[in-house]
């Protein structure tokens, strides 16, 4: 009893100790929610449809179409390609959620049946670089694709020197598949929506008519740039009504903000310029001297390696393809300066040769313990395949398939190295004749190959290139860099750096539209660490310099001048308030013109009031009517005359982007044609459908509420 008293005269002490225990197991937990979420967000790239899209997932897909591009595009920008990934993940995702919607599919039976016909313009892309071509009819082969996959697994375990090709290859076709596979699901929505665009007879007449109607007319015309600005009076209760009647333009899908910078390129100094063609020319007298091509090339610290086997001029950039036709075999020419990628060349033609661009093959590999037990197999499994011994059943005593599989140039003609071992068997294989049969020595062991097949006899040149940018060494670049530097701690506000930049010999440049679904800032390469900046900082910072450029060769400061959140772009964005004013001012300039042409009745009587003259043909109602002496496009003018009869004078003033103008027609005419109606039924349709299109998918893009923070990972 005196125990539980004693419990009782503390009871508000125990009731705040638990209180505040059981606070702090349930703010353990919401602080555990909550870094769980931070987590969780840190690892969000982006949003489409309300999915969240995992970095890793993502950065897995762009690894793979970054690499798969590069096999069709090797000098393709890469900032481009990211982009290019991003919009098409997004697109596939939007599209395949439609799809589901409507029940749309695309069966593996579709997919094989395109792929049979082999005309499909994906297909094309992969004949093109796989060498997959069908010599007859110059089509993508199923064939040569069927017996490249059913014979992957077997021949890069049976060659381990050929394995990176393979894989490379095999990776390359499945990206292009389901590339395929979402083209045709992509292009069954476009179908779905074609059935929903109809014509009619009568349409098909009006199109006919518009565009084979056309009209000669005298045209009068007052310029807008008649009247000086100042002369019109325009208020803000104008300019926000023609900024909300013209408000959609102004819609933006996301925030964008705006800058200022300076950007510094980092270029050779002639001191750089002669040491880098003093280099170059060493190499270019040895390679006349016979030094080993491979030796000259790898000292050379050339950016292309030197693979030592013939290739097709595709393996070259045009600077070094476009010269090797001229050139004799043995010749070394260089230093040559490519303004192209601005580099420094020495090229050597080897040798020049007609080869096969794909040859059929089948190999076994032999290996003993001992080099003599490894020959003796080998000459044993030679001679038996020359007698005529099943190659198959032969390959099987060797733990080995001995299945035939395609070798195609553009397989190897692009890598950054081969081995000896591949440089041996490749060069073998481009000259054995068909059913060939031969031993070749590997590092470990022989290699018997035999030849099935040759295709496609193609031009081949082995050719060694020392290729080197033409680049700032470490000493021009600090120099660069810390003069920049100086000038950018010296002025830390806008109004400061565009008062000395020109001084200094900077510019300050500017970019009003910056988005993070660009993925970098327009213009500028690599820089993703910039954008991230942007989208960090408040209006007026100043950022420090940072470097950026393509090839790391720029470094760059900016000041954040403006930010326009997502939804409708205000006047306070000074491009809106430039477009709306001109749009108000044109208005009332036109006001006054047709107050001033009030009355007139002819030609001469606008004239009268100060209308210029000039005759312009051949106006129809299809397309807007370009006037040279206005230098404007004008599709109120086409209409306008299509209204107005033959030899009439269209007193009722025409409002134009450039002018006001009045007319006389003064002939007419229908040029030559017969009116399909199918034809032109097909033709307003596809117009119809062009626009809808655009239509639809924007509203799709603005629904799918894209959130892209790209900009926070790569």
Known sequence: MAALGKIRSKGTFLIIIIGLGLFGFIAGDMFRSCESTGRMRSTRVGEVLGEKINVQDYQDYLNEFVECTKISAPSADEDQIRNMAWNNYVQNKIITNEAEKLGLTVTNDEVKNVMMQGTNQVLMEVANVTGFVNQQTGRFDMNLYNEFINSYKTNRN????????????????????????????????????????????????????????????????????????????????????????????????????????????????????????????????????GVSPEKVVREGRSNIAYLGVPVTKKAFSSDIA???????????????????????????????????????????????????????????????????????????????????????????EKANNITKDNQTVFNEMNLMGVNEIKSIPMTQGRLIVQVTDRKAMVQKYDVAVVKRDITFSDETSHAISDKFKQFVAGHQSLETIEKDAAKAGYQVLEAKNVVTSQGNIQGIGNSRDALKWVFEAKKGDVSEVMTCGNNR??????????????????MENSDVKDYVQQEVLREKKAEKIIEKLNGVKSIADAQKK?????????????????????????????????????????????????????????????????????????????????????????????????????????
Request: glycine letters at 4%; a neutral charge; aromatic letters at 10%.
């Open 158 to 289: 049976a060659n381990p020197q050929a394995a990176e090709y393979y894989d490379k290859v095999y990776k390359y076709l499945a990206f292009k598949v389901k590339q395929l596979r979402q083209q045709l699901l992509s292009q069954k929505y476009q179908s779905l929506l074609t059935t929903s665009v109809l014509s009619n007879p009568i349409e098909a007449k009006f199109l006919f008519d518009s565009e084979k109607q056309e009209s000669d007319i005298q045209l009068a015309y007052i310029d807008y740039k008649t009247i000086n600005d100042k002369d019109v009076q325009v208020s803000e209760s104008d300019l926000k009504a023609k900024y909300d009647e013209k408000k959609e333009m102004f819609k933006i899908p996301e925030e964008i903000r705006a800058i200022k910078y300076i950007l510094v390129k980092k270029v050779a100094s002639a001191a750089d310029r002669n040491a880098l063609n003093a280099a170059l020319t060493k190499c270019a007298d040895q390679l006349k001297e």
């Open 322 to 412: 476009n010269r090797l036709d001229s050139m004799a075999v043995g010749a070394v020419a260089g230093p040559i300066e490519s303004q192209m990628d601005n580099s420094l060349n020495v090229i050597k033609l080897i040798s020049k040769s007609m080869l096969p661009d794909s040859v059929e093959y089948r190999v076994i590999s032999v290996v003993g313990k001992t080099n003599d037990e490894t020959n003796t197999k080998a000459d044993s499994v030679v001679n038996a395949l020359r007698a005529g011994g099943d190659f198959e059943a032969i390959a099987k005593k060797y733990g080995q398939t001995g299945e035939k599989a395609w070798l195609v140039t553009s397989m190897y």
């Open 610 to 714: 100060g209308a210029k003259v000039t005759d312009v043909n051949q106006i129809n109602f299809a397309s807007p009517a370009f006037i040279s002496a206005t230098q404007s496009q004008e599709p109120a003018l086409s209409g306008a005359v299509a209204a107005t009869e033959k030899g009439k004078f269209s007193a009722h003033p025409v409002k134009g982007y450039a002018a006001v103008y009045l007319f006389q027609v003064n002939d007419r005419r229908t040029v030559e044609g017969k009116l399909d109606n199918k034809e032109y039924e097909n033709k307003a349709a596809q117009m119809n459908l062009q626009n809808l299109s655009r239509t639809v998918f924007q509203e799709l893009y603005l629904n799918a509420e894209v959130k892209d923070n790209r900009y926070l990972f790569f």
């Open 553 to 570: 060769d720029e470094i760059l400061v900016m000041v954040l001048t403006d930010i326009f959140p997502k939804g409708y772009m205000t």
